[in-house]
Structure formats: C-alpha cells, structure tokens
C-alpha cells in the first residue's frame, strides 16, 4: 500500500494537541494540589450543609377572590447523624413537649431502613415533622444545646372554608416513584394529592431554593459558605383564581348533606366550573398535618367513599336527560321535524313495550320534552336506526359520533385528575353482545339513557351548557387563572357541535316549557327564565336516581347545573329542587321567601337510607 | 497470534481498569458499614463488570479479524437501529431516554454506538481508492456516517455523549483534512466555551472570559505572522505594539484612568491589521490574507457570540445552552459541585489522605464522586502523585495506540485506531477538564475508571477489536 508520509506527520500534530492538554492539566492539578493551601483549609473547616429553603407553594382563590387555601409555616426537626454528640436527651423531650418513650420511637423510625431508605449518617434527616410554631420558639432558644440538630422550615396548607376538598386536593409527602419520574423532588419533599393540588402541581410548587451553610467541628451552624454566593434564591409559586364560586360550593355541599350524587354548575359561555360537588365530601382540612395518614386511611374505609369524586368519576345511567341529545340527531339527520309526531299509547309498543306516562297522542318534539315521553324518542330512535338502505350497525354509529362530540363517552379534558370516560357502547359491542343480529328494538333503551349508556354528572352538565350556547361548548375546567401565565388554550377554545343552531332553539324551547308546565314545574324561578329537563334512571342498586340538568337565563345563560342524587326516587323530587335552588343562589345571590320551604326540606331531607350501603 | 498481541496495550488497560475499581471502592465506601464484595454497591457490581470485560476481550481476540471488517457496515446498521428503538422504548430516567434494561441490568446503547461508528468509518475509508479530499462527496459521506448517531443520541437527551462523536475530526484530519479546518474547529470551540463559561468576573471593563479570547486571538495573529507567514519582522513589531499598548494601559490604570478594555483590543488588533496589510503588499499576499482573515473571523466570531448568546436569545434559552453545555445545572448550580470538586483534589495535597481516608468525597459533598467525578477521589485520597500517575498513563496508552495506528497496512486499521484515539483524547480532555475546574460540566465518564457497565465495555470492545486487527497485520502479507 501506498503510504502518504506528509500525512503521517500529523499524527504528531495529534500527539502533540494530547500532550499539551495533558501538560496543562498536569499544571493546573500542581497549582490546586501542591501550591495552594486554600483547599486545604477548605477541606478541614469542611463540614458545609446544604439547607433547602422551600419556596411557599402557591396561594388558591375562587372566582370572586376570596381566599380559599392558603399556607402555615410548620417546622421539621432535622439532624445530622454524624454530627449529633451526647445531648441531654430529657431535656430535648421537655423542649418538644413529648415522651422519652416518643423520642426514641421517632429516633428508630428514623434509622429503619424500611421506612426511611434514605438514611444516611452524613446526610440530613428528619426527626419530627410539623412541629406547632410553639415548639418551635422553645426549640429554636436551646438549639444550642443539641448540635447536629437544626430546623427546616416548611409550610402547611390552611383552609378557610370547610368544602371543596374534592376539587381542592391536598398535599402529601413525595413517594419513591414521584423521586424517580421527577428530578426536582428530593425525599421528604410535598407534591399535590387529587384536586387541583395534583393538576397545576408544576404552578403551585415554585422552585425550590438553597443554602450553603458552614459548621463548625460540632456541627454547629456558622454562618454562610463564601457569603452566600452559592445560595439559590427560592421562586414563589405561582397563585391559583379557581372558577369555583366558593359559597356556592358550601351551599351545594349543604344541599347534599345526607344524599349520595353531585352538582355540576358550570358557566356556559366559559366552561368555567361554578360547583363541583360531590357528597359526601369531607374537610379539606383533615388531611393537613401530622394526623393526616389517620384521616385518610379513615376516609379510605368509609363505606360512603368520600374520596370518589361522583361529580368526575361517577358513571351513572343519565336518563331522560339524555333525551335532548336523541331530539338533537333526530333533526339534524332529518329523521323528524318539529312536527313530526309519533304515536304514544302509555308507552312504545312495537313488538316491545317501552312504558311511559299519561299525556296526549299522537306527540311532537317539544312537548316531548316537556312531559319527557318515552315513546317519542323509541320511535325517533327506531325510524333512524332501521333506516332503509343502510345497515343498523352503520347508522349507530352514526348516532355515536354525535353523542362523542357532544362530550359522551370519552373524558371531557377536566382540569382534574381522574375523571371517567362514561361509556357509549359502539356497534362492536353490540355485534358481540347480541351475536350480529340486531336492530333498532334490541337496543331501544339507549334512546333514553337507559341501558348500555352511562354518563358522569360533568358530562351531563356540559351538555345541558351546550345547550345554554345552542351548539357548542368550552372543555370544562376549575381554573380561571394560574398567575403570570395563561391558562391551557383547551380551555379557551370553543368546541362546535356539527348540528345547526336552530335545532338547539327549538330543544331549549322544549327544555323551557318543561319548566313551564312539564316535568320540571318546580324550578320555576319566576322571573329568572329556567329551561330544565328532568331524570329518573332505573339502576341495579335500588330506587331510582334522581337527576334534572338546566340552564338560565333561557336568552344569555349565564349557568348551567346538573344535579344527580342516588336512590332518590323521580328526578323532580330532589333532583329539580336542589338544580333550581343552586340556580337561584347564584343568580340572586339569595334564596326568595318562596322557596325557603324547598330548600328547608332539601337541606333536611335524607337519601342515603335508601342507598342499600350499611354504615358499621 | 498470540505473541504479535501489543502486550504493552493490555498491561496498560489493565492498570487503569484496576485504579478504577480501587477507586470506584474508595468513593462508594462507607465509614459505618464496609464490605468489598457485597453485589449491591457500586464496588462490589463493577467488579463483575470488570470480569465480564475481560470475557469479552478474551472473545473478541478469538474471533477473525476479517469479521470486523466484513460486518463493519451491518453491524454499525444494527446498532443505529438499536439507538432509534431506545429513543421510544427507554423509561425517562431524569430527563434522558438512554438506558434499557435487561432484568437487573441496565445498559446505554450510547456506548456501543462509538466502536460500531469507528469500525462503519473505517471501512468507508478502507473503499478501494478512497482518499477523503478527492471528491466533496467523501466528505459527506463520512459525515453522514459520523452524523447519524450524534443526532439519535442528541434525542435521547445525552448531549455529552452526543458531543464525544465530534472528536472525530483529528481522524478527517490525520486522513487528509485541511489543518486549517481543524486549527478553526479548535479555536471555535475554545473560544465559545471560555467566552460563555467566564461571563463573570469583570476585567479592564469586560468579562474576564472574553479577555481570555482576546489574548488567545493576539497570540494566534502573532504566532500565525511568525510561524506561517515565516516574518519575525513584522511579528516583533506586532508583538512589542501589544507589550507597549499594554504597558501604557497599565499605567494609565494606576494614575487612575480605565481605558476600557474592549477598545483598547479593537485599537489595537485594527492597527496592527492595517500594519500587516500594508506588510502583505510587499511580501507573499495569500499567507498574510489568511492570516489577517482568520484574525477577523476570530473577532467577528467572538463578538456574534456574545450578540446572539446575549441580546438574540431569551433568557430561558440561554439557561438551557448553558444547561447544555454544562455550564448550569437546572436545580442548582454546578458552579458550586465543581467547586466542591476542586476542594477535595485540592485537599489532596501532594501525596493525598491516604486509601479510604477521603473525607469530602465520603461525605457525599462530590457528586456523582463513583462515575463522572471518579478522578476527584483519586485525587483527594492518593494526592498529586495519584492523578499525575493517571494522566501519563493515559498520555501513554494514546501514545501507544497512535503508534499502533500508523503501523498499520490498511486504511482500514489506521482509520479505526485513529477513532479510538478521538474517543480516549476528547473522554479525557473533557472529564478531567471538568473535574478540575477547566472544562463545562459535561457528564461523560472517565475511560475504564469511571463506574458504569456500559462504558467499561463500550472502551474494551473499541479498545480490543483495534487489538485485533493489529495482531493480524502480519497475516495479510
């Protein structure tokens, strides 16, 4: 082979390029190691410890600024292993008001390698946690006399008003998988748990600051490292202005009390949540402190699950409320008008029978709605399933596709963790379940949200917005603002639903007269025009589920409610009440002499006799 | 075979491997509980590694050198797909997507990638005729092969692996690049990393990272009229305008008048620009035109750094190329660990503290002191004899294999030693420059010292298949 010799000569520009980098390093080591004595004394005096200064986690307020959740400085009691000489233990047990017998539990927690995998005698460890602010002055006057202990301070979540957990969350202790998936927690740390604590954790948390601090031989504190030119400054986190009217969130609570169900307000023009009630529900502040693993095992065993959000994750049956969605396809697929009328002799009888009420026959759309009949919406339902020229399967889904753009069966994108899908059964289903061969009767309950079809109260009550809106609506959410920053853009663009506006018209007259002379009576506000539409759904656990969605003013809505109480009976007996108690409240601000008396047996009234759950 | 093996490689790697695992040891020793082999500490796992890597040199030296080559494409192929599979199929572990794992085992295919690069390189090289400056084309292709894996590991988020792939210049040089091309990549990289890295403090009115620049690029356009216009005349002259302008400035600073800095350099760097043109008119123009030029690309290239770096990006951009580059670490800065680091190398001393007897990297005030700060522990503990113990052995062991790499018959052999000398050369530069404070934290290990399976490997199997291929050079003829 031939050799290149002009270029084999590089290879000493390249041992050369080695050699100089070598000789500089070699230098630069001889300076650090050999020349300079800062280092050294550096190292002797060494003992620095690293003190995390926690940022204070972001403040929460609901719409009308009110303070809603909001922070308490709580001290933990950390020490250096390593560094703790003989101490007097009694007199540290006199200081923190507790036992010997205390401290020595603590003191073993804290070496057990089980509960603290983190334990390390040269490394800061926690001893007690959220000590009063009491303890802390008596600590923090005899430090002196325990070296290797010092004080971290945190803070710890207050809450002013005694509702909302569901939506509020709490905060919790990081878990070793919170370590590993995010970089920024450190054990020991405090992460949101549930609520809106969980979902905008990033903007609540701030950004955690540092301190580097020098001890002497004994492990006391001596001021700052290099005067405090490695220190990070902690960033506050960011607040939070819920879309949560707070005292309409109480009063929902307080309706509820003694009912299994939820209340979902939203308001429709924004898809902000007005109230988001789950009951029961219990004290956000349960779960704050050094008491709060008891309270949640507690609440975990609570054969009532306090902890399952109804209003997000409850898949309930949605019954005749479902019945606008059904008038909606019907128009918009041109399989009625709104004179088309359907025939209906106490029910739907067509080689089945689908019971329904006493009322005029043969019937159009909106009194349909107002006497909420059975059989209109079979017959409706049937006429657009076994439509000739197509197939059942095909014209399904079809139906379907309407109702997953209306918000059904999927998750609407709530600005809370966890929320349910529902479920809308597809023609796949049915093909297995009824081995192929069906038509429009072997699924005829659906047509009134009974049967396959289950819906969250917030899927509900974003329909019954969709309404309000006449065809389209905001993904609902519970933030309104996160400070300095915008909230997500799926929360301020509308979703248009692909039927046209006059259709809508036409089901919230239906919903209006309902309120007027229907099944909805009772939330006639008077002056404040009510469109409704009421609920009664047949469930496997008992009477039935009482439900009513609806919206006003019926010109410029201005809220949107649903209301669900399980095993309550007809959807006007607490169902209708309670959405137009909710309604009133927040539109007047106030409950009229009128309907003091609805409200006095609302708040009084108890369901959860009937839910068939035992208390023991 | 077995006597044409370079002994001399293998004894080296051995010492360095053994250092390494004293050690890894050392730093992950701890004063309460101590036992050398328990398999769950770092010591006690680095020893299989270290067993299994002898396994593998022991394999590759069984098998045909000619495997290597034939297979050089397929398995830089198989590879490539393994780095884009791990892109989807790695769990995120603190931000990167690089490690997969195998029951207890976890593995950084990153790794692997360099010895596949340098074998797929060096049989482009080996292409009958091939000579890299004969058509732009080559070029390219040996980019291509170079590029590939540098952006797959850019989107796992290991930039300091990524980054190791550039050292690959010295082959393109050492096969015929132009040293130009090298001189500028080198200057480009020193004077952007010194230039953003030492924003702080002030010197003359400046940062004391672009003064640094500005004495490297003074020293580069004096050295340049010297050695390669070969014109000790007016190099001189340069040289005493700069001593005279400096000595004037001094003075002026001690009477109590700041001339600022900035000026002062572009005064003086432009009249001595206009002496060397009017010097060019009578002498070779095209040494002194390089010369001038590479002198203004140099200003130019100094101040759009500090432009764009400055007033173009945001803030959050800026934070994030300092991430990058290492410079900032996002929790908390690394300005303080690599002090850290230099306290406990400086602590050291001449001899060190003695074996376990290292108090700062015990006491976790290191970070990282098993893998990427391994040297720290050495030199804390075995003191200035230790680390200068280190560097000459790997200034040896690079030394060894660029001999290794010129005795070789084919382009083949020649071009993949070269890439495992780039690899060792930028590793070490890199690591070590960071350790003792010259270099951004860029988190790449130290060959063969630091902990870490995958690395280990990654630099026997390079360092072996080269082995190899020398140990076979006889066979060919």
């Known amino acids: 082979m031939r050799k290149d010799y002009k270029l084999e000569k590089r290879k000493y520009v390249i041992g050369g390029f080695l050699c100089l980098i070598v000789l500089i390093y070699i230098v630069r080591l001889f300076s650090l190691q050999v020349l300079d004595t800062k280092y050294k004394a550096n190292a002797e005096s060494n003992a620095l410890l690293e003190r995390i200064i926690y940022p204070a986690r972001g403040l929460i307020y609901d719409r009308n600024d009110k303070l809603v959740v909001f922070n308490q400085p709580a001290y933990d009691v950390m020490l250096i292993p390593r560094d703790v000489g003989n101490f007097d233990t009694l007199a540290l047990c006199r200081v923190l008001n507790i036992t010997p017998a205390e401290l020595k539990q603590k003191w073993d927690d804290m070496k057990n390698p089980r509960r603290n995998p983190g334990y390390s005698a040269y490394t800061p460890q926690k001893l007690i946690s959220q000590l009063s602010q009491e303890d802390y002055g008596r600590l923090q006057e005899k430090l002196h006399k325990f070296p290797g202990f010092f004080i971290q301070k945190r803070t710890v979540r207050q809450y002013n008003y005694e509702c909302g957990a569901n939506v509020l969350g709490n905060i919790r202790e990081v878990s070793a998988e919170d370590v590993d998936r995010d970089r920024y927690y450190r054990r020991g740390d405090y992460t949101g748990d549930l609520g809106v604590e969980r979902s905008y954790e990033q903007a609540l948390r701030g950004t955690k600051g540092m301190e580097v601090l020098m ?15 490695h220190d990070v400054q902690p960033g506050s986190g960011r607040n939070l202005k819920l879309s949560l009217d707070i005292e309409l969130q109480e009063y929902g609570e307080r309706l509820m009390a003694g009912k299994i169900g939820a209340i979902v307000a939203i308001e429709p023009e924004t898809g902000e949540i007005l109230c988001l009630v789950s009951s029961p529900g219990y004290n956000p502040s349960e779960l704050v402190g050094r008491e709060r693993g008891n309270h949640y095992a507690e609440l975990v065993k609570n054969p009532y699950k306090p902890l399952y959000d109804r209003a997000i994750q409850g898949a309930y049956p949605p019954g005749s409320t479902f019945k606008p969605t059904q008038g909606l396809i019907f128009l918009q ?38 006497t909420s009949c059975n059989a209109y919406f079979c017959w409706g339902f049937k006429n657009m399933i076994d439509k000739a020229g197509t197939t059942p399967a095909a014209q399904f889904e079809k139906w379907k596709k309407y109702l997953v753009e209306m918000g059904y069966g999927y998750r609407l994108g709530i600005d809370l963790p966890g929320e349910a899908r529902g479920f809308l059964p597809n023609s796949d289903y049915y093909n297995k379940m009824l081995k192929g061969d069906w038509s429009a009767n072997s699924v005829i309950s659906v047509s009134i949200g009974q049967g396959e079809v289950l819906a969250t109260p917030i899927q509900i009550a974003n329909l019954c917005a969709t309404i309000a809106n006449r065809g389209w609506f905001i993904t609902p959410h519970v933030v309104k603002e996160v400070q300095d920053t915008v909230i997500d853009k799926n929360y301020r663009t509308r979703r248009q639903i692909h039927i046209r506006r006059e259709y809508y018209d036409m089901v919230a007259r239906g919903m209006r007269m309902a309120v007027l002379g229907g099944t909805c009576r009772k939330a006639n506000l008077g002056d404040i025009e009510v469109a409704g539409k009421t609920g009664t ?68 009234s108890n369901t959860i006799q009937n839910s068939g759950v035992k208390k023991h | 075979m077995f006597r044409s093996i ?39 796992k680095q020893f299989v590694w270290i067993g299994l890597s002898l396994v593998i ?58 010895f596949a690069t340098a074998l797929a390189l060096a049989k482009l090289f080996d292409s009958y ?70 924003a702080t403090p002030l010197l003359l009115g400046m940062p004391v990272g672009q003064f640094t620049v500005f004495i490297f690029i003074v020293a580069i356009f004096i050295g340049m009229l010297w050695f390669y216009c070969r014109d000790r005349f007016v190099a001189r002259n340069v040289l005493f305008a700069f001593l005279g302008g400096g000595a004037v400035v001094t003075v002026l600073a001690l009477c109590g008048v700041n001339v600022p800095g ?76 690599v002090n850290q680091s230099k306290i406990a190398i400086g602590s050291g001393g001449v001899t060190g503290k003695g074996f376990l007897n290292g108090t700062q990297t015990k006491l976790k005030y290191v970070p990282e002191q098993h893998t990427d700060f391994i040297f720290c522990t050495i030199g804390e503990e075995e003191g200035f004899i230790g680390t200068v113990t280190v560097l000459v052995l790997f200034l040896a062991l690079i030394l060894r294999l660029i001999h290794i790499a010129e005795r070789q018959h084919t382009p083949f052999g020649r071009v993949y030693a070269y890439c495992v000398v780039s690899f060792l050369i930028f590793h070490l530069a890199v690591n070590v420059g960071m350790v003792i404070g010259l270099c951004p934290v860029i988190g790449i290990p130290l060959p063969f010292l630091s902990y870490g399976g995958s690395a280990l490997w990654g630099f026997t199997i390079l360092i072996f298949i080269l082995l190899r291929i020398d140990a076979s050079r006889k066979e060919r003829h």
Not at chain 1, 224 to 229: P, R, V
Not at chain 2, 83 to 105: E, M
Not at chain 2, 179 to 192: D, P, Q, R, S, W
């Open chain 2, 57 to 114: 040199g022991c394999a590759i030296m069984l098998l045909d050198y000619r495997l290597y080559e034939a297979y050089a494409y397929p398995i830089y192929g198989v590879v490539i797909l393994v780095l884009i599979l791990t892109i989807f199929i790695a769990p995120d572990i603190k931000g990167s997507r690089s490690w997969l794992s195998f029951g207890p085992v976890s593995l950084q295919p990153a790794e692997f990638g360099k």
């Open chain 1, 333 to 370: 697929e041109g399989v009625v008008t709104e004179g088309t009328q359907y025939p209906c002799h106490r029910g739907y009888v067509n080689g089945l029978r689908v019971g329904c009420h006493g009322h005029g026959s043969p019937i159009a759309l909106l009194p349909a709605l107002e």
């Open chain 1, 537 to 604: 759904a047949q469930n496997p656990h008992g009477r039935d589920h009482s439900a009513f969605m609806g919206f006003a003013p019926f010109d410029k809505p201005k809220i949107a409610v649903a209301v669900y109480v399980e095993n309550a009976g007809f959807g006007a007996a607490f169902g209708v009440p309670i959405g137009a108690l909710i309604m009133e409240k927040y539109l007047k601000g106030e409950i009229s002499p009128a309907h003091k008396a609805m409200e006095e047996s609302m708040l009084h």
């Open chain 2, 262 to 337: 900035v000026a002062f350099f572009l005064i003086m760097l432009g009249g001595t620009a206009v002496y060397v043109a009017l010097a060019m008119m009578r002498h070779r123009m095209q040494k002194y035109a390089i010369t001038l030029g590479f002198m203004l690309v140099s200003v130019s290239f100094l101040f759009s750094v500090g432009y764009v770096f400055g007033s173009v990006l945001q803030p959050h951009q800026q934070v994030r190329i300092k991430v990058a580059v290492g410079i900032e670490d996002d929790v908390r800065k690394s300005g303080y660990n």
């Open chain 2, 129 to 198: 005729n091939f000579r890299l400056n004969q058509k732009p084309s080559n070029y390219f292709r040996a980019l291509i092969i170079i590029f590939v894996p540098i952006i797959l590991i850019l989107l796992q988020k290991e930039t300091g692996s990524a980054l190791v792939y550039f050292s690959l210049v010295f082959v393109l040089y050492r096969e015929g690049m132009s040293g130009m091309i090298l001189f500028a990549v080198v200057c480009a990289v020193t004077y952007f990393v010194v230039a953003v890295k030492y």
């Open chain 1, 215 to 229: 001890k002497d031989a004994l492990g006391r504190i001596k001021g700052k490292y290099e005067d405090g030119i």
């Open chain 2, 6 to 44: 370079d002994w001399m490689t293998i004894v080296l790697y051995l010492m360095l491997v053994v250092i390494g695992a004293v050690s890894i040891y050392a730093a992950s020793y701890d004063f309460d509980n101590a036992s050398l082999f328990d398999f769950s500490e770092f010591s006690g």
